[in-house]
């Protein structure tokens, strides 16, 4: 009985190949604390390359001082929102917190109004059970703080490999491109979904997010709410979550404001909300964050859930990112190796996204 042998060259590609995977599992492993300010630099990268380009090659700036002044416009994007949660949030979450006997006579009411619907006394709101979810929630809070230091080391990381990645833009891309073993029409499909969806991401949700919460302000105010700056912004804030969104806010108030017996308040500021804060999301979406990109609800939905367990806050961008990815690489593969030698369908039906040229 006779066996084929197998080829040199496959055996020392099959190593090769496992000596870079775990090469790379390695590295990503103990890196991974730097993962989201590596992500957030190419995020960067992808929103300023077009600017950058303009100013070195158009203007004649050197690179250094291209990158520092689109560095230090970045800082000052990020400095607004800190600022914000710092001169308003903070204050007035501390008021809120060292009133406690307003916190009590809410609650009780809130207690009392849910003990009187037929639908809503199976909740136990017990004082037993109120110390166990309190108890729950105040575990979070060491990772918050940890997950506070960890945005600032990560957006210094950020800004540390983006400088490198600009001054050595064009060369970057030339040597990014030899390493993708694909087609030049496949390559350049999947820079496009890339800068679609990052900018898609990077954009739209800061957008959404910023809408929402000053409609959200907008409406707390005019319906009486307590400190109704505060909760707007957290009702933006809550916009990001997957599937819920703002709801998981202004639910909370509008039964606080019904318990407090303030029922035409109650009645107005939940209609508000359903129709007002809801239904912005639907148009900013068919408007202004359909011409950044056309992100099928999907792909959003459970790319922000994946995203967020691998990248922490990065994973808003890069999550939906790799569910296209995984799609997207697929129809790759039946064009690179199938049968079949047409180009690649674009559009939501494929990837959730309709391709802009």
């Not at 490999?161 to 040597?175: D, H, P, S």
Request: with cysteine; aromatic share 12%; charged share 15%.
């Amino acid at each position: 009985m006779s066996y084929r042998k197998i080829d040199n060259n496959i055996l020392r590609q099959i190593v090769l190949i496992l000596l870079i995977g775990l090469l790379g599992f390695m590295i990503f492993f103990n890196l991974r604390y730097f993962t989201p300010g590596a992500l957030g630099a190419i995020t960067l990268y992808i929103l300023f390359r077009k600017t950058f380009f303009r100013l070195t090659e158009q203007r004649n700036w050197k690179k250094s001082l291209a990158s520092f002044c689109l560095m230090f416009a970045t800082l000052l994007v990020i400095a607004l929102p800190l600022w914000l949660i710092i001169e308003v949030m903070i204050p007035q979450i501390s008021n809120l917190l060292a009133n406690k006997q307003v916190i009590i006579e809410k609650y009780n009411a809130v207690k009392a109004f849910i003990a009187s619907k037929p639908l809503l006394n199976r909740i136990n709101l017990s004082d037993e059970s109120m110390m166990r979810t309190l108890g729950k929630v105040t575990a979070y809070f060491p990772g918050i703080l940890n997950s506070v230091a960890e945005i600032f080391v990560n957006i210094f990381t950020a800004l540390f490999i983006l400088y490198f990645m600009q001054v050595n833009a064009r060369a970057m891309e030339k040597r990014v491109r030899l390493f993708i073993p694909f087609s030049d029409d496949n390559t350049q499909t999947l820079w496009e979904e890339t800068k679609m969806m990052v900018r898609s991401n990077a954009l739209g949700i800061p957008i959404l997010a910023l809408c929402q919460g000053l409609v959200a302000v907008l409406g707390y105010w005019i319906f009486g709410v307590d400190n109704f700056v505060m909760w707007g912004l957290i009702t933006g804030a809550a916009s990001m979550v997957p599937a819920v969104g703002t709801m998981i806010v202004w639910i909370p108030i509008c039964i606080v404001v019904f318990a407090t017996g303030s029922v035409g308040n109650g009645i107005g500021l939940t209609l508000y909300c359903l129709i007002v804060v809801g239904g912005i999301d639907n148009v900013l979406r068919f408007t202004i964050l359909k011409k950044i990109g056309d992100i099928h609800p999907l792909i959003t939905v459970f790319g922000v859930l994946l995203g967020l367990k691998l990248f922490g806050i990065m994973g808003l961008i890069f999550g939906p990112l790799f569910m296209s990815y995984f799609l997207l690489l697929i129809q790759i593969y039946r064009v690179e190796f199938g049968k079949k030698s047409d180009n690649l369908p674009h559009g939501p039906e494929t990837v959730g996204i309709t391709e802009k040229k």
